[in-house]
């Protein structure tokens, strides 16, 4: 996958699931899950499309409130 299509899929992310196509499904993973020091190959592309698929409501949910309100001042620090 490109980084123009990787970059479209992004856009797509919302706060409501939004389904992958199957031609989006074949194009993040043209070949089997492969694990490389514990990591997925393509871990990254698949973070994001599992975040398009379950809408950022239900990511939100999998982390404390506290962690969430911590990353987003590291990410994101206050002016």
């Known amino acids: 996958m490109n980084p123009e299509q990787v970059r479209s899929i992004k856009s797509q992310i919302a706060i409501n699931p939004n389904p992958l196509t199957f031609d989006e ?4 993973f043209p070949r089997p ?3 490389h020091q514990g990591y997925p ?3 990254y592309l698949m973070l994001i499309a599992l975040v398009k698929c379950y809408g ?3 990511v939100v949910r999998l982390v404390p409130r506290e962690l969430w309100e911590e ?3 590291q990410v994101y620090p206050p002016t």
Do not use: Q
């Open 25 to 28: 499904y074949i194009n993040f």
């Open 41 to 43: 190959t393509d871990g």
């Open 33 to 35: 899950l492969e694990l």
């Open 56 to 58: 950022l409501k239900k």
């Open 71 to 73: 990353v987003l001042n």
